[in-house]
Every structure is written in structure tokens, then in C-alpha cells.
């Protein structure tokens, strides 16, 4: 529970390994999304991993879409590991197509995260309508030492003396990936997010669509809620 005892912890985590250690599943599941890799290991091959995530809420989809379809809530991927590299490729219709190749021991993004965090929130405001009435909650997720995440989610409905606001999601936009310092702390990551969104609202090529909606917030699902700008 968070310091007021009202909000139970979002995120719960299920792993599995093999009687040699090497990991087999690892799955998070929090309350606006479900992602999931799963390993296969062949003798004299490459290691191989599916993996997938399901938003069932997200915009302009439908649940009954299968991955690999547009209009389909789940992303699914396949990455063949090699020693230095990963190839990846994603589900387009019926087929897995090659995406992309990258280094394992060099996958930081290099831009800053200031420009970082504006790409990737144009991207998801670019084609989207946001009603007017609702709330815009950025909730924050530590990630792994190289990275954090922030789900972009909107609510029904906004109360700025009533912090469950956020709790409840009407939809969510998508996930955007930011870089971090290896010294960033949970505080950090937050008083950070805060100021690129507050950046962001003064301003940012579709800042208009977020200022017209009812209220907006960041914060930890864990934490406190900090109200911007």
C-alpha cells in the first residue's frame, strides 16, 4: 500500500529457469498492460525468445485482432540471440519480418532525453483526439539500470483534490522509453519525468491537445501524485 494505505502495488512479476539456470519466462503485468518474453534454447543454435505486449486498453484497437494486425492491442516479436547480436522480428500478419539487427553491448539510445521523451510523446499525439474532459496520467516505471519507462494512459474523469483520479484508465496511448544516469534513484526518475512533461506543456508541437484535457499528472502507481504543470 502507498503512505495514505489506499493504492495496492500495480506491478506483479512471474519468472521461470531451466535446471541450468537459463531463464525461460519472465512476465509483468500491471494494471494497463501485460508483457511477456519466452525463451528456447536448441543445442548448436542461436537462443530464441517471443515476446509480446498486450495493452488492452490502448487506442483504436480491438481485442478480437490478432497480433500482427493493425488495429490489434498485442505487439509480438521474435529475437534470435546471438553472441554480439539480436536479430529482431515483428509479427506482420501472418509472418515474423525482419526489423532490425542490434549490438548487444551497444544498445544505449545516444540522443539526450529531453529529445527522447519529445519524439516519442509526438509520436503518440501526433493521429490521437484527447476528450477534453478526461485526465492524462504519465506513470512512471523504474525499469533496469540503463532505462526508465513512463505509460501514457488517459482517465475519465479528473479530481485535483482527489488523488484516485488516476487510478481509473479509459484508454492508454502507448509507452515511451527514456535513458537514465546508473545514480538515478526513484526520486530522480520522478522530479526528471516531471520537468520534461512541464517542458513539454509550455513547449511542445501538440501541447494544445494535452492542455484542453481535464488535468495532468505524473507519479510512481506506487506513490504520490504530482499534479502538472
Keep these: 500500500m502507498n503512505a495514505k494505505g489506499t493504492l495496492p502495488y500495480s506491478r506483479l512479476y512471474r519468472m521461470k529457469y531451466d535446471e541450468n539456470g537459463r531463464i525461460l519466462s519472465f512476465y509483468i503485468i500491471e494494471r494497463t498492460f501485460l508483457s511477456g518474453e519466452e525463451y528456447t534454447y536448441t543445442a548448436?543454435?542461436?537462443a530464441e525468445c517471443l515476446c509480446y505486449?498486450?495493452?488492452p486498453n490502448k487506442?483504436?484497437?480491438?481485442?478480437?485482432v490478432p497480433a500482427g494486425y493493425a488495429g490489434s492491442p498485442m505487439r509480438l516479436s521474435r529475437c534470435?540471440?546471438?553472441?554480439?547480436?539480436?536479430?529482431?522480428?515483428?509479427k506482420s500478419g501472418e509472418q515474423f519480418v525482419f526489423v532490425k539487427k542490434f549490438q548487444r553491448r551497444n544498445t544505449k539510445n545516444s540522443a539526450p532525453p529531453e529529445i527522447q521523451f519529445i519524439r516519442q510523446l509526438d509520436s503518440l499525439l501526433q493521429n490521437t483526439a484527447l476528450p477534453n474532459h478526461c485526465g492524462v496520467y504519465f506513470e512512471l516505471r523504474e525499469g533496469n539500470e540503463a532505462m526508465y519507462r513512463?505509460?501514457?494512459s488517459l482517465t475519465p474523469t479528473f479530481d485535483a483534490e482527489d488523488d484516485e483520479w488516476a487510478c481509473?484508465?479509459?484508454?492508454?496511448?502507448?509507452e515511451l522509453v527514456i535513458t537514465k544516469r546508473p545514480d538515478m534513484e526513484w526520486k530522480d526518475i520522478q522530479d526528471t519525468a516531471a520537468k520534461l512533461i512541464c517542458s513539454y506543456l509550455k513547449k511542445g508541437k501538440y501541447r494544445?491537445?494535452?492542455?484542453a484535457c481535464g488535468g495532468i499528472g505524473t507519479g510512481f502507481?506506487?506513490?504520490d501524485l504530482i499534479l502538472l504543470p
Design 150 to 152: 513512463i505509460d501514457v
Design 44 to 46: 548448436g543454435k542461436p
Design 80 to 90: 534470435v540471440i546471438h553472441a554480439d547480436t539480436i536479430d529482431r522480428y515483428e
Design 53 to 55: 505486449d498486450y495493452v
Design 221 to 223: 502507481g506506487e506513490g
Design 59 to 64: 487506442c483504436n484497437t480491438a481485442k478480437n
Design 208 to 211: 494544445d491537445k494535452l492542455l
Design 168 to 174: 481509473t484508465v479509459e484508454a492508454v496511448l502507448g
